[in-house]
Each structure stands twice: as C-alpha cells, then as structure tokens.
C-alpha cells in the first residue's frame, strides 16, 4: 500500500533520473488574488516547507515559486511565452508549452512549470566544459559509487497556473496545501489510492479521500522526500521513501 501511495504521488518523477526537490528556501509569489488571499495562500505553503526542512526566506526575497490565478490559462501561458521567455530560460518555449498544456488534475484547475537544474552532489555549481554535458568541480566530494552519483537534480523554480473558474467549493485553505505539495516537489495529482491525501483534492466529491487540508500522510511524505538520499536514482529515493514511511521514519 505504501509503495503504492509513494509510486502515485510520484508517478511524473519516475521518468525521471532522480527526483528533484529544492535546497534552498521558497520564495512564493502568488499573482491574481486578493491581498488577504495572498498572504494566507504564502502562509500555507511556507508552512509545508518549514515541514520539510526548508528554512524561512529573506525579506525582499526573488520570487522562484510564482502562483498565476486566471479564467483563461492558456491565453496567459501564451502572453508570458511570448513576453516574458526569459522566465522558463534555458528550456524551449515548445517544451514549457507542452508542460503547461497538460493540467495536473482531471478538472483542469491547475498547471505546473518546473525548472530542474543539475549540481554536484554536495551542492557545487558545474562546469559545463562541453555541449550537452557537465563536469564536477574540483570541490566535488570523491568516491561516487555505482549505488551513489555525482549530480543532482534541484528545482530551481516553479510556476503555477490555476485556473479560477474551477475552483468554487474549495477552501483556500484546502488549496494551499494543494498547492504546497506541488510547489515542494513533482508530485501528481488524483492519486490513486485508499490512503488521504490532499493531492486528491480537485477529484470529484464523490470520491472519498479528498481531504481538505494536509493529512498525516502527506506531511510525513514530503518529510520523508526531503529525508531521502539527493544522490541516488529515483527508484532508489522512491524506495527510500516508502520504507521510512513503513518504519515510522525509522531505518
């Protein structure tokens, strides 16, 4: 079952080499609510982060998780395309496109951007010496296993799309956390399992486990995340993950 859970809250990770998450404080920028809104909307998600280890963010902070409420997402994914390209830099405008066309959810209420850089696996920026690959800088710790590597993958910024007109019935307090859970790492959503979780919140009300708040289950989740080895393969981390959940965080 907890596999289960850990495999369908991550399934987008899978594809991937590793499962990126930040290192670094979140600084939330929610755009298209009211000032009340907003502040409690950043509330929410600064208090998730503070659950999985990150610290608080400096004053006059640059925004790197940007929160875009609108009635009309793809015209506003097309203006920032068009307007603002230096956001989504280095990545094609046709692959954010293609990221952002697809909503997260059943609903189609939100849509998520995620930026994913690479570092040595103590945090070092690299030398990228040759097209299409990178090299560690000489402050790379040695010994990289075959079960260890010597990179990994971090998010670096994460834009939000939602779209408003799917979102009456919902407390904002719900959303938040939503929001949270996918402002904190590539999580999906409509999960399909028995345990809570707020990553269920857009599934129909028919459905069962649509809590609306953080469940138990997701705060030891993304805990557990960010507890996990940065260095190792996404199976690995996965694995990790699902066994500390099974052990009560205990290996």
């Known amino acids: 079952m907890l596999k289960?859970?850990?495999d369908g809250a991550l399934a987008d990770a899978g594809r991937m080499e590793q499962i990126p998450r930040w290192h670094r404080p979140l600084c939330v920028s929610p755009r298209g609510f009211f000032p009340d809104q907003a502040e409690k909307l950043g509330a929410r998600i600064q208090a998730a982060a503070q659950l999985a280890g990150l610290g608080e963010p400096k004053p006059g902070c640059k925004p790197n998780v940007a929160i875009l409420l609108t009635d009309d997402p793809d015209a506003l994914i097309t203006r920032m395309l068009k307007d603002y390209p230096a956001i989504f830099a280095p990545e094609r405008p046709s692959a954010?496109?293609?990221a952002l066309s697809r909503p997260r959810d059943a609903s189609g209420a939100v849509r998520v951007w995620y930026r994913i850089t690479r570092a040595s696996a103590d945090g070092a920026a690299l030398d990228a010496t040759r097209?299409?690959?990178y090299s560690v800088t000489e402050s790379q710790r040695p010994g990289a296993s075959r079960l260890s590597r010597m990179t990994r993958l971090e998010l670096?910024?994460?834009i939000i799309v939602m779209d408003h007109r799917k979102l009456p019935g919902h407390?904002?307090?719900a959303v938040g956390d939503h929001l949270a859970m996918l402002s904190l790492g590539p999580f999906d959503s409509d999960v399909a399992t028995s345990l809570p979780t707020i990553l269920n919140l857009f599934l129909p009300a028919a459905d069962a486990n649509r809590p609306d708040a953080l469940t138990d289950w997701d705060r030891?989740?993304?805990?557990?995340?960010y507890l996990a080895p940065a260095d190792v393969a996404a199976g690995r981390q996965r694995r990790a993950i699902a066994r500390r959940l099974a052990t009560g965080g205990e290996e």
């Open 131 to 133: 097209v299409g690959a």
């Open 220 to 225: 030891s989740l993304l805990q557990e995340l």
């Open 4 to 6: 289960g859970f850990v």
């Open 171 to 173: 407390g904002l307090d």
């Open 96 to 98: 954010v496109r293609k």
């Open 156 to 158: 670096g910024r994460v």
